[in-house]
């Protein structure tokens, strides 16, 4: 029989193994169609598509990334070397998310439980981590050819408008805040942060302050009631505005018969515990007892406090720590400041709202006016530790 050139079949026609080699093939040729339609299979119903970006926010020095009908149990980021830095990506803290305090400069790619994450295409955004050992890490997500991308490197200086922290004097001007006599809690709210800040700076930090003054912010003269945080100039649009990871509110405490003592301290509701924790732990070596006597204890004299209206959306009752950083419940009017547009803006600086003592308590004012600036010192040192720096 004439042998059929290019035709594999007749190629190993005469071979005596020609049966067993012919159904060996077709068994593999089988075998192989099989897997390859159990894995298209699966690809297009149970989700091995690569996976959208929906939404990134970044709280403090941590990221967090949503996908549409995709929550990964770890998001892996993929050096050009091969190393892969693992993040889980189960906890509910904004402050549980990624953070690059510990890994080298360079490009990764990113995988949420080993498939491929991507964005739409020219998604991009940017930013700082905190100032260490003199330097700034920049940090740029974004979409390239199907894949999403991290590039970190080291940049000698922030940019201009970006700061590290920043520290809010409570009220000013026409808000006193709470008084004992002719004391001021705003007086003495200024004096700790104008401190707080010269600490923060001699550790090398950037640092901004909502005031420096006795006015009030965003809006001069205006009384307590009238003050608009979302206004060009008010607190929240301050912040925002400052592009610092971390926000400090200092406050002095009153109680409606003046019999209250000790330090609070206020942490959002949507992290979890340790900054408020190593802060109320330095402000009891510092001599000063924690108050628990108020709503929202979680333990000595660390709060966390709901809005009273609905305390299932899990949004904090102090603005401070809900708009600047936690859950932004009017977008709209900061658009208007030109600043975010998302309804649920879980992105912005974490903060603490501490409050030191009790202005209205004369013993507590008597400690606090003999100690304010070891109290400031205590707390400034457990942020830094709380940062890692
Ligand atoms: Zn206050």
């Not at 080993?114 to 991009?124: E, I, Q, R, V």
């Not at 808000?175 to 800040?197: K, T």
């Amino acid at each position: 029989m004439p042998r059929r050139k290019g035709n594999f079949w007749f190629a190993i026609g005469d071979s005596p193994w020609n049966k067993p080699l012919r159904l060996a093939l077709a068994a593999v040729l089988l075998l192989a169609a099989v897997l390859a339609g159990l894995w298209l299979r699966q690809y297009f119903s149970a989700g091995l598509q690569p996976q959208s970006l929906t939404a990134c926010y970044v709280h403090g020095e941590h990221m967090r990334l949503y996908f549409r009908d995709f929550a990964p149990e770890n998001i892996d980021l993929q050096a050009q070397d091969g190393t892969v830095y693992r993040f889980a990506t189960d906890s509910r803290a904004l402050n549980e998310g990624m953070t690059w305090i510990d890994m080298p400069d360079g490009l990764y790619r990113l995988s949420g439980d080993s498939l491929t994450l991507k964005a739409a295409p020219g998604y991009a955004q940017e930013g700082y981590s905190l100032t260490r050992r003199g330097c700034n890490r920049h940090w740029r997500l974004y979409g390239s050819r199907g894949d999403l991308f991290l590039f970190l490197s080291t940049v000698e200086e922030l940019p201009e408008d970006v700061y590290d922290v920043i520290i809010d004097a409570g009220h000013g001007g026409e808000d006193s805040g709470a008084v004992n006599g002719s004391l001021r809690e705003s007086d003495f709210n200024l004096q700790a942060s104008l401190y707080m800040a010269e600490l923060f700076r001699q550790a090398g930090l950037k640092v901004a302050l909502t005031r420096d003054g006795d006015y009030s912010v965003g809006q001069e003269g205006a009384s307590a009631g009238q003050v608009d945080p979302y206004i060009a100039g008010g607190r929240v649009d301050t912040v925002y505005n400052s592009g610092a990871k971390y926000l400090i509110s200092n406050h002095l405490n009153a109680s409606s018969y003046g019999n209250c003592r000790g330090y609070q301290v206020y942490s959002s509701v949507r992290c979890d515990n340790r900054w408020a924790e190593l802060t109320a732990a330095a402000w009891r070596k510092a001599g000063m007892a924690a108050n628990d006597d108020f709503t929202g204890l979680v333990e000595n004299g660390a709060y966390k406090r709901y809005t009273r209206e609905d305390p299932q959306t899990g949004s904090d009752y102090y603005y401070i720590l809900r708009e600047c950083g936690g859950l932004a419940t009017s977008p709209r009017r900061m658009l208007a400041a030109g600043t975010r547009e998302e309804r649920e803006l879980f992105a912005g600086a974490e903060a603490l709202l501490l409050e030191y003592c009790f202005i209205d308590n004369d013993q507590d004012l008597a400690f606090w006016q003999e100690h304010w600036q070891a109290l400031v010192k205590a707390a400034v040192d457990a942020a830094l530790e709380y940062w890692q720096l």
